[in-house]
T-cell receptor, first 114, second 114 residues
Framework: AQSVTQLGSHVSVSEGALVLLRCNYS??????LFWYVQYPNQGLQLLLK??????LVKGINGFEAEFKKSETSFHLTKPSAHMSDAAEYFC????????????FGKGTMLLVSP | SAVISQKPSRDICQRGTSLTIQCQVD?????MFWYRQQPGQSLTLIAT?????????ESGFVIDKFPISRPNLTFSTLTVSNMSPEDSSIYLC???????????FGEGSRLTVL
């Protein structure tokens, strides 16, 4: 079975500052990893995904994440936060047999102040 | 990508009643999924709904409480039966892109049970 731990239920940054959202996973087999974003009153939208190709994955809206097997981590970063980045972010893991077996973390709310 | 519409977007319900949530997709999909997002919690898969067969429920979820219909390849319903305040959650419909395996989510149905 796989699991995901997101460190910090809330992260606050100033506009223009670095965004770092932490995600650690546990999986008995090499995993697929995902970051989703949920804006208020909207469904989840895929930001980026790692599926055993390049370990540094670039997604939409300037976000990227690096798969580090030795640290079992898949942290999400963005060099410069925008006000529009304020949302809830979910890390998820699945086994390569199918995306449909996603296990989600509890989510991290990103707050961006002017 | 798939466009998913859910109804209702939100509702306030009385204890002991039942509510049916509808999920409509703009294209034919094989696999549809229902998730629950309880306040402050991660997303939890309730069941997988495939057309022409009974839904497959995850541990902790039963058909009597969450009956699901899947009459065709673009539509599904989830009923939350005999509701209690503990059922207050966001319920999300999700579909899998057959070509990429990516999951797409509806905007969710926010239920409050009094």
């Amino acid at each position: 079975a796989q699991s995901v731990t997101q460190l910090g239920s809330h992260v606050s940054v100033s506009e223009g500052a670095l965004v770092l959202l932490r995600c650690n996973y546990s999986s008995s087999v090499p995993p697929y990893l995902f970051w989703y974003v949920q804006y208020p009153n909207q469904g989840l939208q895929l930001l980026l995904k790692y599926t055993s190709a390049a370990t540094l994955v670039k997604g939409i809206n300037g976000f990227e994440a690096e798969f580090k097997k030795s640290e079992t981590s898949f942290h999400l970063t963005k060099p410069s936060a925008h006000m529009s980045d304020a949302a809830e972010y979910f890390c998820a893991v699945s086994v390569p047999s199918g995306y449909s077996t996603l296990t989600f973390g509890k989510g991290t709310m990103l707050l961006v102040s002017p | 990508s798939a466009v998913i519409s859910q109804k209702p977007s939100r509702d306030i319900c009385q204890r002991g009643t039942s509510l049916t949530i509808q999920c409509q997709v703009d294209s034919q999909v094989t696999m549809m999924f229902w998730y629950r997002q309880q306040p402050g919690q991660s997303l939890t898969l309730i069941a997988t709904a495939n057309q022409g067969s009974e839904a497959t429920y995850e541990s902790g979820f039963v058909i009597d409480k969450f009956p699901i219909s899947r009459p065709n390849l673009t539509f599904s319903t989830l009923t939350v039966s005999n509701m209690s305040p503990e059922d207050s959650s966001i319920y999300l419909c999700s579909v899998e892109d057959a070509d990429t395996g990516e999951l797409f989510f509806g905007e969710g149905s926010r239920l409050t049970v009094l």
